[in-house]
């Protein structure tokens, strides 16, 4: 079932509330005077040039950078409980020869015992659990180094899932993906979104898909040029003359 919501109120910690955001750094504005609001089981797609302030803005909401103004996970009035926010970054680099396998990163973040020890049978099907929620079981003993761009993201998409968060972030998840790679992890946010009604929020370059599957898009260059469905915002004078382009394509 959909429980994606479109401006109802909404009281849960996967609610995402921001008010009049600002980030400086010395005395350059990086973000002036941002205002969001992501609402349960919305995907929310936030983008701008580079340069723009978007991973500022997540790292505001991740708590590794100060700002001035309001971060909330509640409508106002109602009592804000801390959710738990997962997050994939950018994609990290890994040395293709490393010998170090998905199995192995999983036990390096969710287990005490040393990797190379090797994975217990309860925790070797922890993992596939993990895995089996963006439908990789297959990728468990493949080296993390060898993987491609979208095993890659679905790999760190099944760490970020584990414990299930109310609030996903994704800062370009779609970079380094082909087209077929980007539609299944697109279909497979989706699905996640759906089944567990939690909220995402991520940044991206790539605009081709916003259309079938974000609820709001976001325009930044420091500010907030423009936000609302993506028809509006793809068809908008604002994204022509920031990115030259029509309707999201050249």
Request: glycine letters at 14%.
């Given at each position: 079932m959909n429980l994606t919501h479109h401006g109802g109120s909404c009281g849960h910690s996967c609610c995402l509330r921001v008010e009049n955001l600002s980030v400086k750094i010395g005395a350059d504005?990086?973000?002036k005077d941002v205002n969001l609001h992501v609402h349960c089981g919305e995907l929310v797609a936030l983008i701008g040039p580079n340069g723009a302030g978007k991973s500022t803005f997540l790292k505001a909401i991740l708590?590794?950078?100060e700002y001035e103004g309001v971060i909330a996970f509640s409508e106002p009035g109602q009592r804000s409980k801390k959710p738990r926010i997962g997050y994939v970054p950018q994609s990290p680099a890994f040395d293709?020869?490393?010998p170090v396998s998905v199995a192995d990163l999983f036990a390096c973040c969710m287990?005490?015992?040393?990797?190379f020890l090797g994975l217990g049978?309860?925790?070797r099907q922890t993992v596939l659990d993990c895995?089996?929620?963006?439908?990789?079981?297959?990728l468990i003993d493949k080296r993390v180094g060898t993987l491609?761009?979208?095993e890659l993201q679905r790999v760190l998409l099944a760490l970020a899932l584990e414990p299930m968060p109310n609030i996903l972030i994704l800062?370009?998840?779609?970079?380094?993906v082909d087209v077929e790679g980007m539609q299944t992890l697109m279909d497979m946010l989706d699905e996640i979104r759906k089944n567990y009604d939690l909220s995402i929020l991520m940044t991206t370059h790539d605009f081709s898909l916003l259309r079938q599957y974000a609820d709001q898009v976001v325009l930044i260059d420091h500010a907030v040029l423009i936000q609302g469905p993506p028809d509006r915002v793809l068809d908008s004078e604002e994204f022509h003359r920031t990115f030259h382009l029509r309707g999201g394509s050249v």
């Open positions: 504005d990086i973000l708590g590794q950078r293709p020869s490393d287990s005490r015992r040393p990797a049978k309860s925790m895995l089996s929620r963006v439908h990789g079981e297959d491609s761009g979208g800062d370009e998840p779609l970079s380094g």
